[in-house]
């Protein structure tokens, strides 16, 4: 029989853009579950602070000052994880920017980051994760953190919209290469999260539609939503934790949604 026990002990994991928001939530989550957390992050002070936190509370935490977008820095941190742990078994690429423009006004540089950013740090941190997952007989974990963007288009958000769908594809082609070394991977698509990253979308939105602030959460965020309600960083936290400790691999190369139904797959 499947029995569900949530305890990482042994475990090391990586977080990517873990100083803040729901990156910060799943590294805590994992570390309070017994995991060895990476605080992978641009800004190696505030990555400090969560290592802080998570150790006053009696967890493990690394911080590690990694630019998703470099491969030198992917590896570079990835290597020092795994000589400071001994392994990597659980990667969660959550790292992520966002930038609202209608495609006829978006620059390429700006098409371009935000690739950097969501696709590009994905495979390269899945590549550096590999080269450690498939040497040892354990089970590994690779996580993204994609968008109810990666099924749902919206207004204004071409490069990430795009990007998000991208994640798919590299979550199941990695499903069928993975297998054979035990590795599985998923894709997590939150709706809204009142992160700084969602709070900072309410104003630009509201100034590029002309509309109020309460608009744009009620008739543009929230309005496909059932009851109204922003997905919480707890919840994609215990969703990551559910799939990082799950004892088999029958969620491979699934997206789960956690959207308060704004979409239903």
């Keep these: ?141 690779v996580i993204y953190m994609g968008s109810v963007h990666s099924h749902e288009a919206s207004l204004y958000k071409a490069p990430y919209v795009t990007a998000k769908h991208g994640l798919l594809g590299l979550c199941r082609v990695l499903a069928k290469e993975g297998a054979q070394y035990n590795v599985r991977s998923h894709v997590i698509c939150p709706g809204f999260v009142k992160t700084p990253l969602v709070e900072k979308q309410i104003p630009e939105q509201a100034a590029e539609k002309g509309i109020t602030e309460e608009e744009v959460i009620n008739d543009i965020m929230l309005v496909n939503t059932v009851d109204k309600e922003f997905t919480s960083t707890e919840d994609i936290a215990q969703l990551a934790l559910f799939l990082a400790a799950f004892p088999t691999n029958v969620f491979t190369g699934q997206s789960i949604v956690a959207s308060h139904g704004w979409f239903m797959s």
């Design 1 to 141: 029989m499947t029995h569900l026990n949530q305890d990482l002990t042994g475990k090391v994991a990586l977080v990517t853009g873990a100083a803040s928001g729901i990156g910060q939530k799943i590294a805590e989550t994992l570390a309070q579950a017994g995991a060895a957390v990476g605080i992978a992050d641009l800004k190696l002070e505030a990555a400090q602070k969560a290592v802080d936190s998570i150790t006053s509370n009696g967890g493990k935490a690394l911080a590690i000052e990694m630019d998703v977008s470099s491969e030198t820095a992917v590896n570079d941190g990835v290597k020092l994880l795994v000589e400071h742990f001994g392994s990597i078994d659980i990667l969660v690429s959550n790292a992520g920017i966002q930038i609202i423009n209608p495609i006829h006004k978006l620059s390429f540089e700006d098409w371009k980051k935000m690739q950097s950013i969501h696709l590009d740090g994905a495979f390269l941190t899945t590549k550096a994760a590999l080269q450690y997952m498939y040497e040892n007989d354990k089970v590994g974990t």
